[in-house]
């Protein structure tokens, strides 16, 4: 397989930066060949905190990851995210030349630049725009109103920005890591390609990717994404609470919240965790850790139905809801999903991928074997997957120049 021919993803999570290389597969779409992961320095909470940190640890898992790949990683898509991401839900419409003129790509590009403009802020910078609908002279439920006859074309269009100081700080850690940046995305979206299949998009399925410090929510209808939410906390938060409640530093509460792995309440279980607390070791009593996290559980899916409560789309998901991520794993996670959020709920596998024994992959790695998938489905199918529509090839140019000019400057 030439070189080209190799799409790399790095999730940059708060506690471990994952690696992953794939390729097109003969039985499947991914055919994973390498998948590293090292710890994460220099974030904290989703900002860099400390750029040398930041860089070092980028450049240690994408060796390990070449080395396991048997050649060069030069660029790779990666995730960002942080306390500053904000979503908009935009519309617009224009007034076509004559009452019943043949609506072109031109119109389309035209009604969507007005949806972007109202969501848009001089220092903020789009990261995605999901289109939400199109409307025909005031009918609804348009997919795609190229080729048809209106006076008037209607958008709604969902539009996700982080400032643009946060951008190019992340673009710039990556650069200095030696990797040339094809795509920064959330990590929501990023999942949602590696553990939803087609069917499950078009029937509509919702994505709750549970990381350390936010719980991103991807809506998927009609094949696309249409809209995404986020909880500002995640598994992290039930370490915080344990440390507290126990006088725990965080390192040994993370452990008990490990060794306990269950939100299921057992008023009858009388077992103890033993953890280590500097020289010497504590014991907490099973039954009150998994009663903390019990309420932490019911707070987390309390807020996700909550978000989902506001969105056109949470009745539209006939697939059910997914949940990912390593607190998803915990034992009862996946029923206090689905009695909170009125959905049925499954664990988020992998879909469409491969992968030879000598790579392990574990169920933390679906986000960066995401952005592997998505950035082969792209070269499957050029019109982009994430975006409104396709670029025209001299607005790839400009874009280019710009990315360009703002790493260097």
Known sequence: MARNALAAGLDIGTHQITAAVGQPGINQPVELIALKSAPTLGIERGVIVDLAD?????????????????????????????????????????????????????????VLAGCRSAAASYDRRILHEFVQRFSVDGQDGVRNP????????????????????????????????????????????????????????ELGAIVVDIGGSHTDIVCCVDGAIRETLAVPWGGDRMTERLAEKFELPLSAAEQVKLQCNSV????????????????????????QVAALLHEEARALFSEVHQKLEGSHYFREASSGLV??????????????????????????????????DRVSVTPNASTAIGLVSYQLSL????????????????GRFVQKAKTLLEDYF
């Open 146 to 201: 190229v080729g048809l006859y209106g006076g008037k074309l209607e958008a709604a269009l969902h539009v996700v920005t982080i400032p643009t100081s946060t951008y190019q700080s992340w673009r710039k850690a990556l650069n200095h890591a030696g990797v040339e940046v094809n795509h920064l995305m959330l990590p929501g979206p990023a999942t949602s390609f590696a553990v939803l299949s087609e069917l499950d998009r």
């Open 264 to 287: 299921e309440l057992h008023p009858d279980q009388e077992d103890t965790i033993r953890v280590s607390v500097g020289q010497g070791s504590r014991t907490v009593a099973q039954t």
């Open 379 to 394: 070269r499957r199918t050029p019109a982009t997957t994430l975006g409104a529509s396709s670029p025209r090839p001299w």
């Open 54 to 110: 930041c860089v070092d640890s980028i450049a240690r898992v994408i060796r390990q990851v070449e080395e396991q790949a048997g050649t060069r990683i030069t660029a790779a898509a990666a995730t960002i995210h942080g306390p500053n991401v904000r979503r908009h839900n935009a519309a617009a419409s224009i007034t076509l030349n004559e009452s019943n003129t043949e609506i072109g790509r031109w119109d389309v590009e035209r």
């Open 323 to 356: 949940a990912t991520g390593g607190t998803a794993l915990m034992e009862g996670m996946l029923e206090q999903a689905e009695a909170l959020c009125n959905l049925p709920t499954r664990l988020g596998v992998l879909r469409g991928v491969t992968s030879p």
